[in-house]
């Protein structure tokens, strides 16, 4: 592919930044929910560099595009990036800064860093914040600036969602709920929020064919002490689904409510989350 498309796309992303005074855009290989395989819809990062394999993060700053993989990908990286003005910064190397050492050398005091925080988890956001705090960097979360570039971005994935039997499950989605309250309570935790979808999937006795090689659907799901919501694409949830889910005061909406959702919790409510967890807030 002619490599003067992935310097077109950085060149589109910049104006983008420029036009809100960003000064580095950081894109992660993930999609919302930390799959270790993701679907073309979430390749953002590959859409914009080129690079196609399984691991990398692309920073976008206003003097420079970077690229960091390990080292299974070296010589990929390098021949893939070829031609694109992208620069390989290979992971591990000891003479390569992290990116976090690299953001805090090169950042301005009070620049503003933008991502997608739905695809960052929020161990990762806790980390950049505290070593960029130095520089009172700012940061904005909600950002998709290759969403806006990607004219043709496929359609995000919606599969039909099915009920695995108890026969195969072994345990009732209630009384895995009773176990989860029981967790919640002795953390003193009022709501549970899970975006892992491998997590939803044995909590709720639910399967689908969102992700390649794994039996789940894309979804979140709040746990609360009486009712619980999972969110997924009500296309992909038929009627029966959500009577029997509905039965267990279980109750479904759409998947992109869960955000909404979210900051509407008062300032009372304490969250459990576990260190993987996207940051949907």
């Known amino acids: 592919m002619d490599t003067n498309i992935y310097r077109d796309r950085v060149v589109a992303i910049r104006a983008l930044m420029k036009k809100d005074n960003v000064s580095a855009y950081i894109i992660l290989t993930d999609d919302y929910h930390a799959s270790e395989y993701i679907d073309e819809y979430f390749k953002c990062r590959e859409y914009v560099s080129g690079f196609t394999g399984s691991a990398g993060t692309l920073v976008i700053t206003e003097w420079e595009a970077c690229l960091w993989t390990d080292s299974r990908y070296f010589i990929q990286a390098t021949m893939q990036l070829q031609g694109t003005g992208i620069r390989l910064m290979k992971s591990g190397e000891s003479d390569v800064p992290t990116i976090t050492e690299y953001l805090a050398e090169k950042l301005d005091y009070n620049s503003v860093v933008v991502y997608d ?30 969403g806006t570039i990607w004219e043709d971005r496929p359609d995000m994935p919606h599969s039909r969602v099915w009920e695995l039997p108890l026969s195969y499950c072994g345990e009732s989605r209630d009384s895995k709920l009773s176990n989860v309250r029981r967790a919640m309570k002795e953390k003193n935790a009022t709501a549970h929020l899970l975006t892992s979808l491998d997590d ?11 992700i390649k090689y794994s039996p789940v659907a894309l979804a979140y799901t709040i746990v609360e002490e009486e009712r619980a919501v999972v969110y997924v694409s ?37 969250f459990m989350v ?6 949907v807030a």
């Not at 939803?200 to 969102?210: A, E, H, P, S, T």
């Open 117 to 146: 925080g739905r695809t960052v988890s929020y161990e990762y956001a806790k980390m950049l914040k505290e070593t960029l705090a130095v520089k009172d960097v700012l940061f904005i979360e909600d950002m998709d600036l290759v």
């Open 200 to 210: 939803i999937g044995w909590l709720y006795n639910l399967r689908g064919n969102d």
């Open 274 to 279: 576990d260190a993987g967890t996207t940051n």
């Open 234 to 270: 009500k296309e992909s949830v038929d009627n029966e689904i959500v009577e029997h889910l509905q039965a267990d005061n279980i109750y479904v909406k759409d998947y992109f409510e869960v955000y909404e959702d979210v900051k509407g919790y008062g300032e009372d409510t304490v």
